[in-house]
Structure formats: structure tokens, C-alpha cells
């Protein structure tokens, strides 16, 4: 299974970016809980079960999606050397 990165930068299937701000515990059931807010306009900060953040995406549902998870780790390469 992936692993959240904190201040990584994601792409939803659907096409929107997105920057995990931390990950939380839920107090009652003590599962992993993703922060996350997108990065257009006044994007709320948003959370989501890690597994489902992590989960792959519903093939039959979306045939015509590319991308193999719900969130996808970007690489952004810097241009300062």
C-alpha cells in the first residue's frame, strides 16, 4: 500500500489537485483520517479515510479514467538548481 506524504501534492482521478495538510486520528474508531484541501479557489480543508484516499479507482464505474488511484502523488521538479 502507498504511503501519504505531508505537503504532497495529488491529483484526484477527476482532475482537481490537491495538498495533504496532515494526517489525523479519528477518537472513537483510531483510524487514520487524511487533511487534505484543494488548490483552487477557497478550497475547504477536506478529510477522508486513509484507505480510501489510498484506494484504486472503480474501473467498471469510470472505464475511461486513466489514473489508477483516487489520489495520485504528483513529482513537481523544481527549476532552481
Given at each position: 500500500?502507498?504511503?501519504?506524504?505531508?505537503?504532497?501534492?495529488?491529483?484526484?482521478f477527476?482532475?482537481?489537485?490537491?495538498?495533504?495538510e496532515?494526517?489525523?486520528?479519528?477518537?472513537?474508531t483510531?483510524?487514520?483520517?487524511?487533511?487534505?484541501?484543494?488548490?483552487?479557489?477557497?478550497?475547504?480543508?477536506?478529510?477522508?479515510?486513509?484507505?480510501?484516499?489510498?484506494g484504486k479507482?472503480?474501473?467498471?464505474k469510470?472505464?475511461?479514467?486513466?489514473?489508477?488511484?483516487?489520489?495520485?502523488?504528483?513529482?513537481?521538479?523544481?527549476?532552481?538548481?
Amino acid at each position: 500500500m502507498q504511503e501519504i506524504k505531508i505537503k504532497g501534492i495529488y491529483k484526484h482521478f477527476k482532475g482537481d489537485y490537491y495538498i495533504v495538510e496532515d494526517i489525523a486520528k479519528d477518537c472513537e474508531t483510531l483510524d487514520d483520517l487524511v487533511i487534505y484541501r484543494g488548490l483552487y479557489g477557497t478550497s475547504p480543508l477536506w478529510v477522508r479515510k486513509k484507505e480510501d484516499f489510498l484506494g484504486k479507482v472503480d474501473k467498471k464505474k469510470y472505464p475511461n479514467i486513466n489514473q489508477d488511484y483516487k489520489f495520485q502523488l504528483q513529482v513537481i521538479d523544481s527549476k532552481r538548481k
